[in-house]
C-alpha cells in the first residue's frame, strides 16, 4: 500500500461480512483510503477516526487507484467507461468528489448507450403525454357535456 491509495473493500468474514440486514457495514461507505500510514474507511469524510480504521488482514481490498495519480471529474459520468472513474460518493457524503484516470477520455461505446437511454425515456415521456391528452380530452368532453360530478384530472 502506498500513500493515497483508494480501495473498495468488503469483510473476509464471511459471517461479519452477510450479517443482516446490511452485514457490518454500518457507518461504513466500503471506500478506503491510505492514508498516514494507515488504512480508513470514507465514511465520516472528515478523516480517520476510530471507528473508521481497517486493519487489511480483515478486509478484502480492490484497488481503485492513488489519488495522486488521478484528477478530479466534472464532466458527464455516463459519457466514460467506469473503469476510468473513481467515484467518492457514498450515503454520507452524496456531494464526495469524482476522481478521474490522467489521460482516459469520453468513450463513444458508453456515450451510445447513454444517447440510447435517453432517447428511450423522451420516447416515454412523448408516449405519457398523449395518454394525459387523451385523458384530459375526455375530462373536457364530459364538462362541456355538464357532467361534472365524477371527472377528476
Given amino acids: 500500500m502506498k500513500e493515497g491509495d483508494i480501495y473498495r473493500w468488503k469483510w473476509r468474514d464471511p459471517e461479519r461480512d ?13 471506500i478506503a483510503v491510505f492514508e498516514g500510514g494507515k488504512l480508513f474507511d470514507t465514511f465520516w ?11 487489511a488482514e ?8 492513488n489519488r ?3 484528477d478530479v471529474f466534472s464532466d458527464r459520468e455516463d459519457f466514460y467507461d467506469p473503469e476510468d472513474l473513481i467515484v467518492m460518493r457514498h450515503s454520507n457524503d452524496t456531494r464526495a468528489k469524482t476522481l478521474i484516470k490522467r489521460g482516459a477520455r469520453r468513450s463513444p461505446a458508453f456515450m451510445r448507450v447513454s444517447l440510447q437511454e435517453n432517447i428511450a425515456e423522451a420516447e ?30
Avoid: W
Avoid at 480483515?58 to 487507484?65: A, I, S
Fill in 68 to 70: 495522486n495519480e488521478l
Fill in 58 to 65: 480483515k478486509v478484502e481490498l480492490k484497488l481503485l487507484g
Fill in 18 to 30: 452477510s450479517a443482516a440486514p446490511y452485514g457490518d457495514y454500518h457507518c461504513k461507505s466500503q
Fill in 124 to 153: 416515454r415521456n412523448i408516449q405519457s403525454a398523449i395518454y394525459d391528452l387523451k385523458r384530459l380530452a375526455v375530462a373536457q368532453d364530459a364538462i362541456m357535456r355538464g357532467k361534472i360530478d365524477k371527472i377528476h384530472f
Fill in 45 to 55: 469524510g472528515s478523516g480517520p477516526t476510530d471507528n473508521s480504521y481497517l486493519s
